[in-house]
């Protein structure tokens, strides 16, 4: 029987579908110029269309029903809600539809609070390659996936603990996600808000038109400049955030009787100091959009964009600094020199994109959009180095208190507490080494007796890159058949080459620097062809610019397929997608190095992955207001190059097992589109299995390291030096609720609640590796298995709740108010501490082991923030006046997050040796921006 019930199914919908039909057709316009409003939604409960260029649009629904409730909404505006009575009369014209604009939209909320930020800065061992990550945009009209975007996004909150990898954002028909890690960089168009605008958001397992997307679901959006709305605007910020200032001009012309559109569009935002000290901004955008509309079935776009950006970084700190220095915001990468603020860690980035966009309506309702794009440029993050002296970091662990001989700790503190200059960087003690470091280099180049005497550096600040150029082809085909069947596709190919090494920024005051590895020369002392990170370019010197210690690259290719048939009935909504790819990538090195001269130079052999995944739902319409929907998904991902390679720097030796991670999900839940009150309430189940991961640390001291394999006792030792640990097996469930409700009190009077209940937790024992780059004896170490199953994903609230008012005066102005709660953030683990060697001799039952195998929790925290806005019009000229003020009450001590770092004291089994460092959420800060347009 159950075999017959698909078939079943299929046979009554269409004889449930038979009924009259009314045509309701109309026109949706601005209030104020009249201008027509393209690709507004209007959504009649149990259909949905959306206007055409002129504002048109026309639906066909039943007339089994006395009346139809049509909520008309669009990017820029309010909502608008219609009542329409149904009669006998086959076509029912509905006329000019007028929305009014809204005036929080006129400055993006994106600068309001930041939607769902994941910031490197927050990685140990980061390679400063992510920028703000966003796990998805605002929708406009989904109450939940909205109000956590604006309220939770600044508290690090990811939807249901999803890393943005699992989302998927297109960008005028591209794929933005980047293949070496799989996330979103919305820096690359950051400073961009007015152009950015036209976003469409799917969020979960649902159809979607454009993608098959991820189980965090996609978003895609449109910068073409026939869809940009006509204007002139100017708009200028303040802030106490990460930059004071902003600054943003567009144009645009919409579309001319000619055919022709033009946007243009640019930006700076920028800070001496942010709210961290030390912290500074210097970011730039710019955007230019052409399009030429041929006739009703032909339209071309030509897109470039970029947003160069210099950003000093402010780090996560041990919770001893932060209470010595008075603030949670101590930030250990700067100094003074000569009275000017240096910032160690500068981060910058510049990666243009082109894009080439055809748009084909083929016949009456099939349309096929190919697009293409080149992605180019530089990204990386500056560091200190250092060789033959002492540690140049502020917050080395043996200069705290803590890490100081018991006798002089107290006298240490004190110091550390009242000035301010022991807590920062010397910059002016780096260069006087330098000054004074004269020495003589032998055998220069390789050639015997080439010495050269000079001002070695003993400190640098080095640059690591990791530039890359990106190519992208997608093509998007969709084609309604008959009354109740759409189908969607799309094929695509994409190609990735990064370029991996690290070169000399500043030599600090020095002549040169020395291409050798200063931890393989003190373990090798006589044997220098293994200190080389060049083998064929031996004690080479360094000038300023100069490659140097590692330099490879990174190639990826992926091409997949998709196809989704959407089945639309009166009663009933059902699809099924489904997606395979092909996804191949290979490490190549450009120089040979002297521990691994095998293995570390050339292109390695290549890494290949098919994979797969299939979608599907159902949506009941229990009515006009009220439905009911269940959707499901089974997915298979390749590993991403980034957590592939046990020591990708110096060698191709691949992660033992590497296998595609498994993923599965189902969700189901209610929604209420009601006149007075919106509700929408969700469960979700959520497994992801043989996941990977690769981690990177320094370690400045030896360990040697127990495993207990069979009951006999074997060790090894970890030298001093760049080490990789890598974790294969990782499985993880994500599981919860999510519930939001926006109720009309009365008119311009709404309240607003949200509440994100979830349970991410690990639950399996994975494999653990630990690789020193410095080692070889060490090539084939030892398997652990690291005791995790049931610890907490940390780095995001996993309970967030919220409640909000908001009024809409009738002189177009707004003011909102959010009280909102964060609970069981937890902070990031060193695996390595849950392990049977990290424990050994102790007893279950002691303190010591419960402090080293526990996982931290932080503390629940409080927010209020507020927002308003006032819209002003002086002839023909448009004024917005927004402001928002987040954290009211100035709590200063909510962590946002954390981790524990990655070295252990297994000699001593003492988890304070190497203590936990941590986020803390900004204390009261805000955004005041005013805008003009015409």
Do not use: C
Request: hydrophobic share 35%.
């Amino acid at each position: 029987m159950k075999k017959f019930f698909p078939l079943l199914l299929l046979l009554v919908l269409p004889i449930l579908a038979e009924a009259q039909l009314i045509l309701f057709e109309g026109w949706v316009i601005d209030d104020v110029t009249e201008e027509p409003v393209a690709a507004a939604l209007v959504d009649a409960g149990l259909a949905t269309t959306l206007t055409d260029q002129d504002g048109y649009f026309e639906l066909e629904l039943a007339a089994d029903v006395s009346e139809v409730v049509f909520e008309i909404s669009a990017e820029g505006f309010l909502s608008q809600e219609i009542v329409v009575l149904v009669t006998n009369s086959r076509v029912k014209e509905l006329g000019k539809i007028r929305l009014q604009a809204d005036p929080n939209a006129e400055e993006t909320r994106d600068e309001q609070i930041p939607t769902l930020v994941l910031n490197s800065d927050d990685l140990e061992g980061s390679d400063n390659r992510s920028e703000d990550i966003s796990g998805i945009l605002a929708s406009s009209r989904d109450i939940f996936v909205s109000t956590v975007s604006y309220t939770f996004g600044s508290l690090r909150f990811r939807l249901r603990g999803y890393d943005s990898e699992n989302t998927t954002i297109l960008l005028n028909g591209v794929p933005m996600n980047e293949l070496e890690n799989g996330r979103p960089y919305w820096s690359a168009w950051g400073g961009l808000n007015d152009v950015t605008r036209n976003r469409e958001t799917d969020f979960g397992l649902d159809a979607i038109e454009y993608t098959f997307g991820g189980v965090g679901g996609a978003s895609s959006i449109d910068t073409r400049a026939s869809n940009q709305r006509k204007q002139t605007r100017v708009s200028y910020a303040i802030s106490n955030r990460s930059y004071r200032n902003r600054i943003m001009a567009t144009y645009s012309t919409g579309l001319l009787p000619s055919g022709w559109a033009f946007s243009f569009s640019g930006s700076r935002r920028w800070a001496q100091e942010g709210y961290a000290p030390g912290s500074s901004y210097d970011a730039w955008s710019y955007f230019a959009s052409i399009d030429k509309k041929f006739n009703d079935k032909h339209l071309i776009n030509l897109t470039a964009f970029g947003a160069p950006n210099r950003r000093g970084r402010n780090g996560a700190a041990v919770q001893e600094l932060n209470d010595l220095a008075g603030t949670n915001y101590y930030n250990p990468y700067w100094g003074f020199q000569d009275g000017e603020q240096r910032n160690s860690r500068i981060s910058t980035r510049h990666q243009p994109v082109i894009m080439l966009r055809h748009d084909w309506n083929i016949g009456e309702n099939a349309t096929l959009t190919n697009a293409v794009s080149y992605q180019f440029g530089r990204n990386g993050g500056t560091a200190l180095d250092w060789y033959g002296a002492r540690d140049p970091r502020p917050d080395y662990y043996r200069y705290l208190p803590s890490g100081t001989e018991p006798e002089f700790a107290n006298e240490v503190a004190e110091i550390l507490a009242n000035d301010e200059a022991a807590r920062q960087i010397d910059w002016d003690y780096m260069y006087n080494v330098n000054y004074n470091s004269l020495e003589t280099v032998e055998d220069v180049d390789g050639i015997e007796g080439n010495d050269v005497t000079g001002q070695r550096s003993k400190y640098i600040v080095e640059d690591r890159r990791y530039d890359s150029k990106e190519f992208n082809w997608n093509s998007i085909y969709s084609n309604p058949i008959g009354d109740h069947l759409t189908i969607h596709g799309g094929i695509g190919y994409q190609m990735y080459d990064g370029d991996n090494y690290k070169l000399v920024d500043d030599l600090l005051g020095g002549e040169f620097y020395v291409d050798v590895n200063r931890f393989v020369q003190r373990d090798f002392p006589d044997d220098p062809d293994k200190w080389q990170n060049d083998l064929d370019n031996p004690n080479r010197l360094l000038k300023e610019g100069d490659r140097f210690g590692y330099d490879y690259a990174s190639h990826i290719r992926k091409g997949y397929a998709w196809a989704q048939g959407a089945f639309n009935y009166r009663l009933f909504d059902f699809f099924l997608s489904g997606e395979v790819s092909q996804t191949t990538f290979w490490r190549e090195g450009k120089v040979r190095n002297g521990l691994y001269p095998e293995s570390s130079f050339g292109n390695s052999e290549q890494q290949k992955f098919f994979n797969y995944g299939v979608k599907g739902g159902i949506t009941y319409k229990i009515n006009s207001r009220n439905f009911l929907y269940a959707n499901g998904s089974y997915s298979t991902r390749a590993p991403f190059f980034r957590n592939s390679y046990l020591s990708p720097r110096v060698r191709d030796e691949i992660v033992n097992g590497l296998t595609s991670t498994r993923i599965q999900s189902v969700e189901g839940g209610y929604i209420l589109r009601g006149a007075v009150i919106k509700a929408r309430a969700t469960a979700y189940y959520t497994t992801f299995q043989d996941a990977v991961e690769t981690m990177s640390f320094f370690n400045d001291e030896e360990l040697t390291i127990t495993q207990i394999v069979d009951n006999v006792e074997e060790s090894f030792g970890v030298t001093a030096g760049f080490v990789n640990y890598a974790l294969t097996g990782i499985d993880s469930r994500h599981q919860g609720v999510e519930l939001a409700f926006d109720w009309t009190v009365a008119a311009g009077l709404s309240l607003r609640g949200v509440a994100a209940v979830g349970n991410y937790q690990y639950t399996s024992r994975p494999t653990s590796v630990i690789v020193n780059e410095s080692d070889p004896g060490l090539f084939d170490p030892f398997e652990k298995t690291v005791y995790q199953q049931n610890f907490f994903i940390p780095g995001t609230p996993q309970s967030a709740y919220t409640a909000g008012i908001r009024y809409e005066g009738k002189g177009y102005w707004s003011a909102s108010l959010n009280v909102s709660y964060f609970d069981n953030v937890y902070i990031d683990f060193n695996p390595n501490r849950r392990t049977e060697e990290a424990v050994a001799s102790l007893s279950p039952e002691s303190p010591t082991f419960n402090q080293i195998i526990a996982q931290e929790k932080a503390d629940p925290g409080m927010t209020v923030d507020f927002f308003g806005s006032k819209s002003f019009k002086i002839n023909k000229v448009f004024m917005y006046l927004t402001v928002g003020v987040n954290n009211i009450l100035n709590n200063q001590n909510l962590k946002t997050g954390g981790y524990e770092q990655l070295r252990f004291d297994f000699e001593n089994q003492n988890p304070e040796t190497y203590p936990a460092r941590y986020y803390y959420y900004y204390g009261r800060n805000y955004f005041i921006g005013l805008t003009f347009r015409l």
